[in-house]
């Protein structure tokens, strides 16, 4: 399933869920772009996003939402640390100016 759009952009996920998880999420919301199954959190953790998070309280560890914008040679152009998810392909727009 790969989602090339019209300015040549890929869009990747990963995520420490299975694979199984993820077929389920991608059917059930109709994702038309790859999922990697990070379950053991090397790339999580190569991209320092998987660390301490907290709610109600409680400390735990998991995936610290980001978006990387990486270019064809592999260099990383932008970094989103923070991702407003109703409006993120907007945020990617405006602040790369395409």
């Known amino acids: 399933m790969k989602c090339g759009y019209a300015k040549g952009f890929e869009v990747v996920g990963v995520s420490p869920d299975s694979e ?3 077929l389920k999420f ?20 190569n991209y320092g996003v998987w660390g301490e998070k907290s709610m109600y309280g409680k400390k735990y560890m998991g995936v610290i939402r ?3 914008v990486i270019d064809e040679k592999g260099i990383i152009e932008a970094v989103f640390e923070k991702v407003d998810t109703q409006n993120h392909t907007n945020q ?3 602040t790369l100016n395409i």
């Open 92 to 94: 990617i727009i405006e």
């Open 20 to 22: 199984k998880s993820h």
């Open 26 to 45: 991608i059917d059930k919301f109709g994702l038309k772009f790859n999922l990697i199954a990070d379950t053991n959190h090397e790339i999580l953790e």
């Open 66 to 68: 980001t978006t990387f």
